[in-house]
């Protein structure tokens, strides 16, 4: 029974991505939320963490870093694939589709569809989400989107400085 219990859990916070409806997070995340993003590449990483000043964790820090993202993914599809779930964890693996409709981390707005793949491992603890770790190509997103990628990260790193400075934008 708190097997199903857990993947609802899991079911409701993948809506929310859908939705935008950020108020159901309330209900769902343990206040000690933490999570972990592995899979984007450190240069996101730490624009995300000069996004949200360095924090991590907690609801309220949880909606700033979706609510940066939805404005990138507007349209977004979930179709979620397959649950597993095993005591207090749950494995979600789901598709998202979306346009590329909002400006992202610099990125202008393509118009284009994109389409990936993304495993999520999420932790219960109290009945609500206390950790996700997520893993997902955020190389392929932005390939989708028709930017180049570069396997060096340095060369990655000041052609995003440049792009940002040529928009009179700047966010690190």
Known sequence: M?????KNLVRQYLRVLETHDTGVLYDIIHPE???????????TLKIMTKLTNGKYSGIEE?????????????DATISALQF????NMVIAF???EFSHNGELLGIKPTGKRVSTSTYYH???KDNKIIGAHMLQDFFDIVRQIGLEVY???EILIKDYLETIKSNNKFYI
């Not at 949880?62 to 507007?74: A, G, P, T």
């Open 122 to 124: 999420f932790t219960i």
């Open 62 to 74: 949880l909606i700033k870093r979706l609510e940066i993202f939805f404005e990138f993914w507007q």
């Open 33 to 43: 939320y933490k999570p972990q993003l592995i899979g984007m590449p450190n240069t």
């Open 94 to 96: 789901f598709s998202i």
């Open 84 to 87: 597993v779930a095993e005591n």
């Open 2 to 6: 708190f097997l199903e219990f857990n």
């Open 151 to 153: 396997e060096d990260e």
